[in-house]
């Protein structure tokens, strides 16, 4: 009989990775060695997951030597892996470098990976040459069939996508997901069970839902920025740190969205202070 753990679904997705060719580095913060840290940090404390995620913007300006540069840091890692495309990442030029890209009929960089009960749902909100991705009929259609299969099959579905379809009440909603009612009525029309959307592209930390679905986005691997809300002037401010990727654990009850920092300024805590944190008890269920 399997454990709880072994039906417990683990994924760590990753995105805003904005590789530049090796040597090259933009506002002081070199990507290259900061995406070499995630991987190192999947392989010490989530080489279990079922599945790692790339969530667009792999690259600053597509560049194939960028592309290889990604191909050769994440090749440090065994986990699966599913590669999906951003508004700094060109379509055309991914596919023409990509070894084994995962691909829909229509040629976007589309897919699922059915896992544990669930439905990973990859969405390409990608448009070469533009910030503000979306989503075309071919591709909206693409997604209500394969919700339409999830029902049928009584899974549990976990959307990624790389632009936040969520308003964060941010500048950064401009060119957030276009069109983002579009995407919402295919997934309220598939009554598929959706019991997360995850989303990268804003580099800034948040949770909430949207129209309904929790809705979480991640801040990435580049800088972060704070949250400038609606109604405020003048600078925002942009941060070296943390980048951090996403990891969902889901029991298909309890879906856990964690955010796991990588390279981060705060200082760890002399670990004599919590000797109750040392070899502590999970919960035990069944
Ligand atoms: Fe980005
Ligand atoms: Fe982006």
Redo the contacts with the bound molecule.
């Keep these: 009989m399997s454990t709880y753990t072994d039906r417990l679904l683990k994924i760590v997705i990753m995105s ?1 990775i904005h590789l530049l060719p090796k040597g090259e580095v933009k506002r002081g913060l070199d990507t290259a060695p900061r995406f070499k840290a995630a991987i190192e940090t999947v392989n010490t404390l989530h080489n279990d997951a079922d599945l790692c995620i790339f969530a ?2 792999l690259t600053e300006k597509s560049d194939v030597a960028a592309y290889a540069l990604f191909d050769e840091i994440r090749a440090g890692n065994d986990l699966p892996q599913r590669v999906m495309l ?3 990442d060109d379509r055309n030029i991914y596919l023409k470098h990509a070894k084994n890209p995962m691909l829909d009929e229509n040629r976007f960089v589309a897919g699922y990976d059915d896992i544990k009960g669930h439905r990973i749902l990859m969405l390409d909100s990608s448009e070469p040459g533009k910030l503000r991705g979306g989503l075309c009929e071919k591709r909206l259609s693409w997604t209500a069939d394969r919700l339409a299969e999830a029902k049928a099959l009584g899974l549990k579905v976990i959307i990624v996508l ?2 936040n379809p969520c308003a964060l009440q941010m500048p950064v909603d401009t060119y957030r997901l276009a069109d983002p009612e579009k995407l919402l009525k295919v997934l309220h029309d598939s009554g598929a069970d959706i019991i997360q959307v995850l989303a ?2 804003c580099h800034i930390t948040s949770a909430g839902s949207w129209g309904g679905y929790p809705c979480a986005t991640i801040s990435g691997n580049q800088h972060r920025v704070e949250p400038f809300l609606r109604g405020r002037t003048g600078q925002q401010d942009c941060y070296t740190s943390p980048a951090q990727y996403a990891v969902i654990m889901s029991d298909q009850v309890n879906c856990a969205v964690h955010f796991q920092n990588y390279v981060d300024d705060s200082a760890v805590m002399d670990p004599t202070l919590f000797p109750n944190k040392i070899d502590q008890k999970f919960e035990v269920l069944d």
């Design positions: 805003d667009g913007d951003g508004n700094h790389h632009h990268g592209h």
